[in-house]
């Protein structure tokens, strides 16, 4: 009998487990809980602008859009750079990781805009 019982409740969870998984696949639900994941995502789904500075800076040491993304997903905040709690549009300093550790954005981030101010590459 509780072999049984046990039996059953494997079944169901397993069965829920699956459910559960397709639903958040289909849905592309991201658990974004840490201050730099919210903010780094709460610029990325913003319109995304690049000031005159920026854009120089990009053709001049060949940085592209896709290196851009790259930080703005996998980057580190630093707060203490930036200033965060700037009204209307909060300013954040993000530095890239792992190959891109060498260049540091400085994004201003407005209700609707993401602006890309600075594009800073360290030797």
């Known amino acids: 009998m509780l072999l049984k019982r046990i039996g059953y409740y494997l079944v169901g969870l397993s069965l829920g487990c699956i459910g559960v998984y397709f639903f958040w696949q289909k849905k592309?639900?991201?658990?974004?809980?840490?201050?730099?994941?919210?903010?780094?995502?709460?610029?990325?789904?913003?319109?995304?602008?690049?000031?005159?500075?920026?854009?120089?800076?990009?053709?001049k040491f060949e940085i592209d859009t896709l290196k851009i993304s790259t930080i703005l997903h996998t980057g580190d905040v630093n707060?203490?750079?930036?200033?965060?709690?700037?009204?209307?549009?909060?300013?954040?300093?993000?530095?890239?990781?792992?190959?891109?550790?060498?260049?540091?954005?400085?994004?201003?981030?407005?209700?609707?805009?993401?602006?890309?101010k600075e594009v800073i590459v360290k030797p």
Do not use: H, W
């Open 79 to 116: 707060f203490s750079k930036g200033a965060p709690r700037q009204k209307p549009c909060a300013e954040y300093y993000i530095t890239g990781v792992k190959t891109l550790e060498n260049i540091s954005l400085l994004v201003k981030r407005c209700d609707s805009t993401a602006t890309v």
């Open 28 to 59: 592309k639900a991201t658990f974004d809980y840490g201050m730099d994941a919210r903010t780094l995502k709460s610029i990325r789904i913003k319109q995304r602008l690049y000031s005159d500075d920026a854009k120089n800076a990009m053709q």
